[in-house]
């Protein structure tokens, strides 16, 4: 547990200082590899959190139902300060 918050706290250092575009690429590329195991969600994880913290919406992708979160597994454009799903 302590390695995983670690990775997500050094990611989260490490992606704040990427543009939002670089941020959005990295989004794009990991999507659109196979395969999910840990260390590709936290990254995820952690890129969300950067965009957010960026001050994008993020509510065409994460969804909070019934005390659950949960987020869409997509390519996304930014679209007024938006992330969008790319049809």
Same mark, same amino acid.
Request: glycine share 6%; proline share 1%; net charge positive.
């Given at each position: 547990?302590? !390695?995983? /918050? ?12 990427? $543009? %939002? &575009?670089?941020?959005?690429? =990295? ?9 999910? *195991?840990?260390? +590709?969600? %936290? =990254? #995820?994880?952690?890129?969300?959190? !950067?965009? $957010? /913290? /960026? *001050? ?6 994460? $969804? #909070?139902?019934?005390? =659950? !979160? $949960?987020? +869409?597994?997509?390519?996304? #454009?930014?679209?007024? &300060?938006?992330?969008?799903? %790319?049809?």
């Amino acid at each position: 547990m302590a !390695t995983t /918050k670690s990775l997500y706290e050094h990611l989260s250092e490490t992606l704040i200082h990427y $543009s %939002i &575009n670089e941020l959005i690429q =990295f989004n794009n590329d990991t999507v659109s590899g196979r395969g999910w *195991g840990s260390s +590709k969600a %936290i =990254f #995820r994880a952690a890129l969300l959190s !950067t965009l $957010s /913290k /960026k *001050g994008l919406d993020l509510s065409s992708i994460v $969804s #909070r139902e019934d005390g =659950f !979160t $949960s987020v +869409k597994q997509v390519a996304v #454009r930014l679209e007024d &300060n938006r992330l969008v799903p %790319i049809a």
